[in-house]
């Protein structure tokens, strides 16, 4: 490297110039009356040469080859041509000569922002992170540079007027300012000249010119990326495009997008009451979709005028089919939109439905049976079950509503196409209520409502306000191929549901806890401003997305599942403790799980009565109390080896919590033990064996805990020859009560933790197990 310190003054400069430099010789090479240098690097056998930005910085530059050693050298004008030369002796003897003056142009390697002067030059190279001004702006035109060839590689960026004789390229990542107001046009856009013009379909167009544009018949038909700027109100499509992606060099994937040029800016912040930019599309915008990446929309700054195309990638599953849950994130779009054909026009999926599904008193033997099913809690049906709220559309006309949601049976690796009007206001999802059965009482689908995304954006569920009576959790199914899957969470900035992110196109099941709703129930109402553009854009280095303080609070978060299993055969129960929350069921705090995974376990927290399932479990810090128990419930599909394991602990110091095996009387610590293996001898669930336990510590939030008694458990239940009962007081007696009152069973609790209750004799049935004030039922097989 080179350093150059400035005299009487601390100012000190380094810059890499090669192996061993011995040489500095200063004059003035480009003729803008500044010193540039050349630097003898013998290491390397080759001339540095910087030129001078006029301030003492060196930020264009190149390499020229001796192709010997260099020893020394010297600048004069050699050939009389106006320019200067360097003249070097090399080691082997020889005396060798280059031109580097004007004349025949520079070749300018730039890698920092830098404005290039006018003039003429044989290449200029754009390097990742270099951004090329190509001279300064007058009147709104740049003008003044001439080049032999130019190529601004992945990660720089090019902006102004430049006339070509020989290539222009612009790589895939690299990016493009367009300040003219007819966008990439062959004799009014920012390239001229004869030479070829090679835009990459990977590479990202920024229009910042003033009032509108266009994007010019030059623009490739598919982009990165198209960014408006600061003072663009308007961009028209001139042809159709669209926003794609190919796989990047290092495998990794981003999201591409049309957004504000606040992207080229992380700084930038719109001022309050900024009217939002427009996108003229009329049918002529897609926003692609596929394995490497899913263009979005900027509806936060962007309204788009005409209808866009919105595509929809679904993965690959382990199964040929499998149920995704789907929501349009444009307006206009009916069942039969979503027929999708390949290349050649073959049919690839087509929606199926048929409204003899909803009155057959078996629907299961419908045929043909359905591939595509709505949700309605208030359904009338002859069971109370979850899965009773699922019917048929009646038709292929039917709309699809935005915010509204669908369950369909589709392939994977299936891209969907939905054409129609993209909304950049907010989105009221009503009519969300909770019906109780015909007895009264509430059934399993009691207030559960399929909802949805409904912009061509990620849709951040965290920064979403729920009214009063709507639970703040919301469930995601991911398929595992066929009717197996699990249901990934997210409340109160917890759970499975990675950044409470929601993608384009995804619905997403929220229940309804009050039934005391008013007259049309609930409203939902999901904002633009929910939205977020997570873009890694390699040209700016930059990441935009919404960021969230944490709330610091205890926490404990368990995964289930079988020996080896991948990430997504996992499931995972989560437990807090945090100021506001009771050991209640709490709209704000809890997430009560819509139902069981299929094909993959299931584990939850219990309430303390034990009737609700809970993914996420607030408690007050009252709770944290010595002896305090949270129950767990775990349901396997298959026997087998599974593992409890740990995958987030968050507990300050001095608090201690265990895990408690009533079967083996064994309690884990899980500061120390990560997992522990669960045996299971058939397929079912698990309820009162495993219990998460605080054997004290410091308790937030309190200047004196609370105790609580340890609830009364069963396990197993339903239970064969004998059942454990667990929470009943030393010396107190534990019944066991038949249908009819009578008591059938009696023994007495001891000091250890579980007392075994021998069932054998006994008729299967209904039981209930009862000890002090407390009492559980028992199913006897």
């Not at 006309?397 to 509204?404: I, K, S, Y």
């Not at 219990?691 to 308790?699: F, H, I, K, L, Q």
Request: glycine share 12%; charged share 15%.
């Amino acid at each position: 490297s080179l350093t150059i310190a400035k005299l009487l003054t601390t100012r000190t400069i380094s810059t890499g110039v090669g192996s061993a430099p011995t040489q500095v010789c200063a004059a003035d090479i480009d003729g803008d009356d500044d010193r540039d240098l050349v630097v003898v690097c013998p290491g390397t056998s080759t001339l540095w040469i910087g030129v001078n930005d006029g301030t003492g910085l060196f930020t264009v530059s190149r390499t020229v080859a001796v192709g010997a050693v260099p020893q020394q050298a010297w600048l004069d004008d050699c050939d009389d041509d106006g320019d200067r030369d360097v003249v070097v002796r090399c080691a082997d003897g020889s005396v060798r000569t280059f031109e580097v003056g004007a004349p025949t142009g520079l070749d300018l390697i730039i890698s920092t922002p830098v404005t290039v002067p006018a003039g003429t030059y044989n290449s200029i190279t754009v390097l990742d992170s270099g951004v090329a001004t190509l001279s300064p702006i007058s009147g709104g035109v740049i003008a003044g540079i001439v080049v032999a060839s130019m190529r601004v590689k992945r990660g720089g960026v090019v902006k102004g007027n430049i006339q070509v004789s020989n290539a222009f390229v612009l790589e895939a990542g690299a990016t493009m300012e367009i300040a003219q107001a007819a966008g990439l046009h062959p004799t009014a856009g920012p390239i001229t000249g004869p030479g070829t013009v090679s835009l990459s379909p990977g590479a990202t167009y920024a229009y910042t010119g003033t009032g509108a544009q266009e994007t010019g018949s030059g623009l490739p038909p598919v982009v990165a990326g198209l960014l408006l700027g600061n003072d663009l109100t308007q961009l028209t499509l001139t042809n159709p495009v669209m926003l794609a992606i190919s796989p990047p060099p290092n495998g990794c994937c981003w999201e591409i997008l049309v957004c504000h040029a606040r992207m080229l800016d992380p700084n930038f912040t719109a001022l309050p009451g900024t009217p939002k930019k427009r996108v003229i599309s009329n049918g002529k915008l897609t926003l692609g979709s596929s394995a490497q990446g899913t263009a979005v929309l900027d509806v936060r700054n962007i309204e788009a005028i005409g209808d866009v195309t919105v595509q929809t990638w679904i993965s690959a599953m382990p199964e040929p089919r499998g149920y995704r849950h789907f929501s349009p994130p444009v307006d206009g779009v009916h069942l039969e939109d979503l027929v999708v054909t390949s290349a050649t026009g073959a049919p690839v999926y087509a929606p199926v439905v048929n409204p003899a599904f909803n009155t057959a008193a078996d629907p299961l033997s419908v045929r043909p049976y359905p591939t595509v099913f709505g949700f309605d809690e208030a359904r009338p049906a002859a069971t109370s079950g979850f899965a009773a709220g699922y019917y048929s559309p009646d038709a292929l006309t039917v709309p699809c509503p935005l915010g509204r949601g669908l369950s369909m049976y589709v392939p994977g690796k299936l891209t969907w196409s939905t054409t129609g009007l993209v909304t950049s206001d907010n989105v009221a999802i009503g009519g969300l209520t909770n019906t109780p059965g015909p007895t009264g009482a509430p059934t399993e689908r009691s207030g559960w409502h399929i909802a949805g995304n409904p912009f061509p954006s990620m849709l951040c569920w965290d920064s979403v306000t729920v009214p009063a009576g709507l639970s703040a959790a919301i469930f995601v199914w991911e398929s595992a191929g066929g009717v197996n899957g699990r249901y990934l969470t997210r409340a109160n900035g917890l759970g499975s549901l990675p950044g409470g992110l929601l993608g384009v196109g995804q619905a997403f099941f929220c229940r309804v806890t009050d039934p005391a709703t008013p007259p049309g129930g609930l409203t939902l109402v999901i904002e633009p401003e929910h939205t977020v553009i997570r873009s890694i854009n390699d040209a700016r280095k930059s990441i935009l997305s919404i960021i969230r303080r944490a709330v610091p609070r205890p926490l404990l978060t368990l995964t289930l599942g079988g020996a080896g299993a991948s990430a997504a055969a996992l499931d995972e129960t989560t437990v807090y403790f945090q100021g506001g929350a009771t050991a209640g069921l709490d709209d704000a705090f809890d997430g009560a799980k819509p139902g069981h995974n299929v094909g993959v376990p299931t584990l939850a927290t219990l309430s303390p009565d034990g009737a609700t399932e809970l993914a996420i479990n607030g408690l007050a810090a009252t709770d944290l109390a010595p002896g305090a128990t949270v129950e767990l419930l775990l349901d396997v599909p298959a026997p087998g080896a599974y593992a409890l394991r740990v995958s987030e602990l968050r507990f300050l110091d001095g608090q201690r919590v265990v895990l408690l095996d009533r079967l083996t009387g064994v309690r884990h610590d899980l500061l120390t033990s990560s997992a522990v293996s669960v045996q299971a001898t058939r397929a079912g669930e698990m309820r009162g064996r495993f219990a998460v336990e605080s054997t004290g510590g410091r308790v937030l939030g309190t200047a004196h805990a609370t105790s609580r008694t340890a609830p009364l458990t069963l396990f197993p239940n339903p239970a064969r020859d004998a059942v454990r009962v667990a929470g009943a007081a030393a010396g107190q007696r534990v019944q066991l009560l038949d249908g009819v009152g009578r008591v059938v069973r009696t023994a007495v609790a001891g000091a250890e933790p579980t007392r075994l209750l021998p069932l054998t004799g006994l008729a299967p049935g209904l039981y209930v197990v009862r000890s002090g004030a407390q009492a559980r039922r028992l199913v006897v097989e």
